[in-house]
T-cell receptor, first 112, second 116 residues
Framework: DTGVSQNPRHKITKRGQNVTFRCDPISEHNRLYWYRQTLGQGPEFLTYFQNEAQLEKSRLLSDRFSAERPKGSFSTLEIQRTEQGDSAMYLC??????????FGPGTRLLVL | AQKITQTQPGMFVQEKEAVTLDCTYDTSDQSYGLFWYKQPSSGEMIFLIYQGSYDEQNATEGRYSLNFQKARKSANLVISASQLGDSAMYFCAMRKYGGSQGNLIFGKGTKLSVKP
């Protein structure tokens, strides 16, 4: 049984560096979502794709953030010029249309 | 704007007892869905149960049931016969249907600790 997978699971970087995370959704799911979760909070929506189209972006997604899903399968989330405030858990989820979203294990980012 | 409120930062329950985790929501939409997720310390969000706004019966999934009171805008999670493995953060979430909006809106969560 292959659920949603995310890589890497942990990332430590220095302020100002670029980082990229990958998410592989459940294979038959056409929607893919990115969320960010900081300590003591629930996840907050960043962006989502239906197939390869990016349909919605939160205002949380600053110009330093970019997400892609080039072939409608896996997705990448890149953060350029990281800041300490970017330290968080980045969660990916997938669904078939508007059905239940299933989450991956997340990528924990620490910016020093 | 949609909002989820979970007023219990932490809850304790004795093993094998039942526990209710509170969730209230605010929306002007007629069609929406309510979800509960469990997040162990490992970080993964695990889907537990779903309730649609038009569902007349409360949802149940094994030891989990959702006490849905639409007029009061509440969607409390009931866990029966608590187990040690139930110790985790629990998040209530909502999404609306229709239009292009696809995201879930989460509450701040409740930390459940099950005592042996």
């Amino acid at each position: 049984d292959t659920g949603v997978s995310q890589n890497p699971r942990h990332k430590i970087t220095k302020r100002g560096q670029n980082v990229t995370f990958r998410c592989d959704p459940i294979s038959e799911h056409n929607r893919l979502y990115w969320y960010r979760q900081t300590l003591g909070q629930g996840p907050e929506f960043l962006t989502y794709f239906q197939n390869e189209a990016q349909l919605e972006k939160s205002r949380l997604l600053s110009d330093r953030f970019s997400a892609e899903r080039p072939k409608g399968s896996f997705s990448t989330l890149e953060i350029q010029r990281t800041e300490q405030g970017d330290s968080a858990m980045y969660l990916c989820a997938s669904s078939f249309d508007t059905e239940t979203q299933y989450f991956g294990p997340g990528t924990r980012l620490l910016v020093l | 704007a949609q909002k989820i409120t979970q007023t219990q930062p932490g809850m304790f329950v004795q093993e094998k007892e039942a526990v209710t985790l509170d969730c209230t929501y605010d929306t002007s939409d007629q069609s929406y869905g309510l979800f509960w997720y469990k997040q162990p310390s490992s970080g993964e969000m695990i889907f537990l149960i779903y309730q649609g706004s038009y569902d007349e019966q409360n949802a149940t999934e094994g030891r989990y049931s959702l006490n849905f009171q639409k007029a009061r805008k509440s969607a409390n999670l009931v866990i029966s016969a608590s187990q040690l493995g139930d110790s985790a953060m629990y998040f209530c979430a909502m999404r609306k249907y229709g239009g292009s909006q696809g995201n879930l809106i989460f509450g701040k969560g409740t930390k459940l600790s099950v005592k042996p």
